[in-house]
């Protein structure tokens, strides 16, 4: 409005007038050190000026409601032009102001309503500077009081503006003229000024074009609650436009009731259809229904306190209090009736009446081919209908929101989860969140143990950009109510059964496995307990994977790549599982932050969990992978040694065997010369007597020994087998493969002296955790081994691969125990990175080569030097399966 140089006044206790260039605009009188600055040293609302007086000397005084400012012209004529237009000015402003608050209670206040505010340090100021933001502006002010009285040092267009962070306090607010840079009091502090900031950014930067075609209707040019100007808000579904103020009230009743959305900045909402509902609809039409019986008492206006906009708006839209009634109020089956007739022409008013008069917008139309009110209306060709039920199709949209404990630090959020957006806000009436995390962003969820971080129940979102969320929540009922809804919303439909697991991590990630191993494909994993379950995203199924029955589980890399990978179901073992169906599994992190945390979990679920069977690492045939491998030990080096299971073995040997294979049993490999077969005898022994619950459990153990008074022999296999089929199945699958090592044991009896019944001397009090005065444990585990075959079924073909297996290993050993021939010394071809001639190497590979060996006995041949981070792996590849897998380091070749 006005411009130029003027002399401001001597601060208290000098003469000299300083010159500064002044500004007038419609909202403030602003004064700066020269006319190239954008940022000023003082701002004066016009709002706040009440009066301007001639003092004499070419001088005039700005006065407000509480400090006077003087100004010097350099001509009467000047000062007097001035005068008139500040006085103008400020009369304008002032009628403005009357108007807006003819119709509310509280009077009007000088300052912006802030999005936040407090005290910053700011780089070239001595003092902290009280700091606010406020839509899409940034306001200084000198202290807390200033701000009240709406005096202030400068304001920044938030337009221009840009935020970076700096270090843990401090960040930059940069604008091409100027860089502002800010210290907080603590880095969450300083989080949330940032945010606060960003989002000043998005406003200021935001399209007002939405905004603008719909207030081209006139009714939308005032808030449909309280009739602040301009509003830029709406609630998407009562269709109506409201204020900033109302919008954060609105926010409170849920979004059952309002969906609020902004004019500016949530531009995806804004379909064609949705900006013609509103020109068709505006506020007029929906106050005509809403606040068609208001009384004078207990309207709102621009200035209401946010409780009596509350109170209003709880009273309008949840309560229907002053509704305009539809005649057929109160008829659930006339008024479901009438909507499916009122969908299928353009009164938009009557849906409205009917919809929130108790009409229900899923009611059944009695029509097959349209069975809802939505395919009356699109069979009609009513777009507007269709949109404004789409919007009030609350129990199917569904938001979520409660308060949930959010961050580090755990400040209260008010959070809400709605159209693939979790947001979360200072508080359940502010209407622009702090921040949002985009659900289709998420790429895993993570639902902590209880008291992970000192509360209840906490979970974790994880996300793209490697950014880790932390919610709580008091009670694991909502926590988990929370997971589901998130990992709804972002789940690819394909994956859609994981939902109903109770997942402690639900997410994305990169696999390769079966038959497809060149490409990876991008899968849903959910880890519930100890299975890995798996979809994948062309819809194909995959069975769940129990990792507790993994044979190899590695964090490998191969030819560089980042991987990790699982192995399940086995190779052929060399002696006892012949022709299981092998099947590896590659999985792969995209994002470091995310997949440590997969590789942690499922080592985690891979190990066993308690002292039970049944929460052992078992083998695919559900025997625990401890017996399995002492079982195979003493198979293979074992059979022949004399007094095996009778001698004691080392005692310390014994413990720390034990405690390193129920830690886990996969990565342990007993070697013929490291562990003695006495010492395995002994662990196998020991892990028996300590189990919890017992082999035959303590519900079935007395059973079992009861039995052994029948003195019908076929009685009594008949009571065995019957008891066999009582216990878990992990129990009888132990118990079958036990008795099954036995009944060879005592096969070769005439060398090791272990004859049924000294075995069965030994292990009766052991199985039934007893002293040895109980004769009649002894006497079952006797029976079991000498009705071996009827009691477990076993069939002929098993019966004879048993003794093939036998006999082989006799062979083997006196082959190697006859020295110089070494048995088992194999040719064969090994392939460097790829199948081709020019990486073929031939090896000889002895039946004690690891893998380890013969990796580097093949990097020493191709003379390649391991350099440090270059990891080498020996993996096995069946040809004719397409299948491979990667060998344990320590693993046997052979
Ligand atoms: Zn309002």
Not at 364 to 378: K, R
Not at 846 to 861: K, Y
């Amino acid at each position: 409005i006005r411009v130029g140089w003027l002399d401001k006044n001597p601060p208290q206790g000098s003469y000299i007038y300083q010159k500064r260039w002044v500004k007038l605009d419609a909202d403030y009188l602003r004064y700066f050190d020269s006319e190239k600055d954008a940022y000023s040293k003082r701002l004066i609302p016009v709002s706040s000026i009440s009066r301007i007086t001639s003092v004499g000397d070419q001088k005039f005084e700005v006065i407000t409601n509480n400090r006077n400012f003087v100004f010097r012209a350099e001509s009467d004529a000047d000062r007097n032009e001035w005068i008139r237009t500040l006085q103008q000015t400020a009369e304008e402003r002032k009628s403005k102001a009357l108007e807006r608050t003819s119709m509310s209670l509280a009077t009007d206040s000088a300052t912006e309503p802030a999005d936040k505010s407090g005290f910053l340090e700011l780089r070239g100021f001595k003092h902290k500077l009280f700091v606010v933001v406020a839509g899409d502006k940034v306001f200084l002010y000198k202290n807390a009081e200033d701000y009240r009285l709406g005096i202030g040092i400068t304001y920044i267009e938030m337009n221009v503006g840009n935020v970076k962070e700096v270090d843990r306090r401090g960040f930059d607010l940069t604008t091409p003229y100027r860089i502002f840079s800010f210290s907080a009091d603590s880095e969450q502090e300083k989080e949330e000024w940032m945010e606060a900031m960003q989002q000043s950014i998005a406003e200021a930067l935001s399209n007002s074009e939405v905004a603008e075609r719909i207030w081209a209707v006139e009714s939308n040019r005032s808030c449909a609650d309280c009739g602040s100007p301009k509003p830029d808000w709406a609630s998407i579904n009562l269709c109506v436009v409201i204020c900033k103020r109302c919008a954060g009230e609105h926010r409170g009743l849920g979004p059952g009731i309002t969906k609020v959305r902004s004019l500016k900045m949530d531009r995806k909402v804004w379909t064609e259809e949705l900006i013609k509902l509103f020109q068709q609809f505006g506020n007029a039409m929906a106050n005509q229904f809403w606040a068609a019986n208001v009384p004078p008492s207990e309207a709102i206006g621009p200035t209401s306190s946010s409780q009596q906009r509350r109170r209003f708006l709880i009273a309008k839209y949840r309560e229907g209090k002053y509704r305009h009634y539809h005649p057929l109020f109160g008829n659930q089956e006339e008024l479901d009736r009438a909507l499916c007739a009122a969908v299928t022409t353009s009164d938009l008013k009557e849906t409205q009446a009917l919809l929130f008069c108790g009409a229900s917008v899923t009611c059944d139309t009695g029509d097959p081919q349209c069975p809802t009110p939505l395919a009356l209306a699109e069979r009609s060709g009513q777009r507007l209908q269709m949109e404004f039920l789409l919007h009030n199709k609350t129990s199917e949209l569904g938001g979520l929101s409660s308060i949930l404990l959010c961050c580090a630090e755990f400040s209260r959020r008010w959070c809400m989860l709605q159209d693939g957006v979790l947001s979360y806000y200072e508080n359940d009436r502010n209407a622009v969140p702090n921040g949002e995390i985009r659900v289709e962003e998420i790429v895993c969820l993570v639902n902590n143990p209880p008291h992970t971080h000192g509360i209840e129940s906490t979970f974790e979102v994880y996300t793209e950009a490697e950014r880790l969320y932390l919610f709580g929540l008091e009670s694991p009922d909502s926590a988990r109510e929370w997971l589901k809804s998130i990992a709804k919303s972002f789940v690819h439909p394909c994956a859609e059964e994981l939902l109903v697991l109770d997942f402690e991590r639900l997410g994305r990630l990169h696999y390769k496995g079966g038959l497809t191993l060149e490409r990876a494909r991008e899968g849903w994993f959910a880890l519930a307990g100890s299975m890995l379950y798996i979809c994948s995203k062309d819809g194909q199924r995959q069975e769940p994977l129990q990792l507790r029955k993994l044979q190899e589980l590695c964090a490998a890399s191969l030819l560089g790549g980042r991987g990790h990978a699982v192995g399940s179901g086995g190779m052929p073992g060399p002696l006892l599982r012949p022709g299981a169906a092998g099947r590896t599994l590659y999985v792969q992190g995209e994002r470091k932050l995310d997949f440590l945390g997969w590789v942690n979990a499922i080592q985690r679920a891979a190990g066993s969990s308690g002292d039970t069977l049944s929460e052992q690492q078992l083998t695919e045939s559900d025997v625990p992978l401890l017996v399995d491998r002492c079982i195979d030990y003493i198979t293979q080096c074992g059979l022949t040694s004399e007094g095996i299971y009778r001698k004691s073995g080392q005692n310390s040997k014994t413990t720390s065997l034990l405690e390193v294979l129920q830690r886990d049993a996969r990565r342990v490999r007993l070697k013929e010369g490291e562990h003695h077969v006495d010492d395995v005898a002994n662990t196998l022994k020991r892990f028996f007597r300590d189990l919890g619950d017992g082999l035959f459990t303590q519900q079935w153990a007395p059973h079992w020994l009861w039995a052994t008074a029948l003195e019908d022999e076929e009685a009594k296999v008949g009571k065995y087998r019957q008891l066999l089929r009582a216990l878990p199945p992990v129990n009888r699958a132990t118990l079958k493969a036990l008795i099954n090592h036995l009944f060879r044991v005592q096969c070769f009896s005439g060398e090791n002296q272990m004859n049924t019944h000294n075995l069965a001397i030994v292990f009766g009090p052991t199985l039934f955790q007893a002293d040895g005065k109980d004769y009649k444990a002894g006497r079952v585990v006797e029976d079991l081994i000498n009705h071996y075959v009827e009691i477990f079924n076993v069939n002929d073909q098993e019966m004879k691969k048993q003794q093939d297996e036998i006999m082989a290993i006799m062979k083997m050993r006196e082959a190697s125990s006859s020295g110089t021939q070494q048995a088992g010394d194999f040719i064969c071809t090994v392939y460097l990175e790829e199948k081709k001639t020019e990486t073929e190497q031939h090896v000889k590979v002895s039946a004690t080569m690891t893998a380890e060996e013969l990796t580097f006995e093949i990097l020493d041949r191709r003379k390649i030097v391991v350099k440090e981070k270059d990891y080498w792996s020996c993996f096995e590849v069946n040809e004719k399966e397409e299948a491979e897998r990667p060998l344990h380091y320590s693993e046997k070749v052979l």
